[in-house]
């Protein structure tokens, strides 16, 4: 079974407005790792959190982690039509294989 | 730097055949790991390989399977094909494989059995 399960499954936003997505997760991890997917192509790392991080910033990207919720959430500040694509968290529970949730698909409105 | 290279990128094939797909990893990556994205099922975790072993497996069928080559380059095999195979088969490379290193994804290989 997935470990990560993003919410909402789809947003639609305004050029310009900010962007929330979250991912809750089952067990325990090392670390969680954020995922872009343009349309039915290959992913995109994002940014990479480690469990004893709480907050972690890249760009106009910023993730937090709460362990006790088992949830992360990725924010996108002022969006562009070009961060339209499908959002996945990839979680690593066993330090062998990434469990990647159902992802969140962002549409970016010009 | 080249990045990952898949082959091909889409394919038909019928059901009961066989199918092999290929992955060249970035320069330098001895980490190979293969994933399988379906609407229904999002991405699944099917293998990984680590100079030329294979490491850890998910939860796939034997028809499943996969082999790395001394030069990293990975192929994997599903025979007697199902309607259900129907996907896109995404591999990732990284220096080691170690969850704290980026892993670098390909196109995919497009897979429609009908």
């Known amino acids: 079974s997935q470990q990560g399960e993003e919410d909402p499954q789809a947003l639609s936003i305004q050029e310009g407005e900010n962007a929330t997505m979250n991912c809750s997760y089952k067990?325990?991890?090392?670390?969680l790792q954020w995922y872009r997917q343009n349309s039915g192509r290959g992913l995109v790392h994002l940014i990479l959190?480690?469990?004893?991080?709480r907050e972690k910033h890249s760009g106009r990207l910023r993730v937090t982690l709460d362990t006790s919720k088992k949830s992360s959430s990725l924010l996108i500040t002022a969006s562009r039509a070009a961060d339209t694509a499908s959002y996945f968290c990839?979680?690593?529970?066993?330090?062998?294989?990434?469990?990647f949730g159902t992802g969140t698909s962002l549409t970016v409105i010009p | 730097k080249a990045g990952v290279t898949q082959t091909p990128r889409y394919l038909i094939k019928t059901r009961g055949q066989q199918v092999t797909l290929s992955c060249s990893p970035i320069?330098?990556?001895?980490?190979v790991s293969w994933y399988q994205q379906t609407p229904g099922q999002g991405l699944q975790f099917l293998f990984e390989?680590?100079?030329?072993?294979?490491?850890n497996k998910g939860n796939f069928p034997g028809r499943f399977s996969g082999r790395q080559f001394s030069n990293s380059r990975s192929e994997m095999n599903v025979s007697t094909l199902e309607l259900g195979d129907s996907a896109l088969y995404l591999c990732?490379?990284?220096?080691?494989?170690?969850?704290?290193?980026?892993?670098?994804f390909g196109p995919g290989t497009r897979l429609t059995v009908l």
């Open positions: 990732a490379s990284s220096l080691v494989w170690d969850s704290y290193n980026e892993q670098f």
């Open positions: 067990t325990s991890i090392n670390n």
């Open positions: 959190i480690r469990s004893n991080e």
């Open positions: 990839a979680t690593d529970r066993t330090g062998n294989q990434f469990y």
């Open positions: 320069s330098g990556h001895r980490s």
């Open positions: 390989y680590f100079s030329e072993t294979q490491r």
